[in-house]
């Protein structure tokens, strides 16, 4: 099975948006999630979405980023408005088989290799 491949990834000032591609062929059945890594921090999770459409999403991007699905291009997306400095990292997509669907790294079965996204104030 191919791993998931992330794209859509980029500099932007503050304030600026993003939209992440996920090209998750194979995957969308499960629960999947996106998740960051900033330099010399733990990967954390930032969202997560269930094959019901269920969302899940870490305090510090909530209001701000958007999860979804689209099957028809087997894509899974991260929309990221008003974007901040922190929000800078590598940024990666998941997939997992079974359990409470949410963006716990751990507990990820499947992963891609990563986009940047550098925000500069």
């Known amino acids: 099975q191919r791993q998931p491949e992330e794209s859509g990834g980029g500099s932007v000032q503050a304030g600026g948006s993003l939209r992440l591609t996920c090209a998750a062929s194979g995957y969308l059945h499960y629960c999947m999630g996106w998740f960051r890594q900033a330099p010399g921090k733990e990967r954390e999770g930032v969202a997560a979405?269930?094959?019901?459409?269920?969302?899940t999403y870490a305090d510090s991007v909530k209001g701000r980023f958007t999860i979804s699905v689209d099957f028809t291009k087997n894509a899974l997306y991260l929309q990221m408005n008003s974007l901040k400095p922190e929000d800078t990292a590598y940024y990666y997509c998941g997939a997992k088989v079974g359990g409470y669907c949410a963006a716990v790294y751990t507990e990820y079965n499947w992963w891609g290799q990563g986009t940047q996204v550098t925000v500069s104030s």
């Open positions: 979405i269930n094959n019901d459409g269920t969302t």
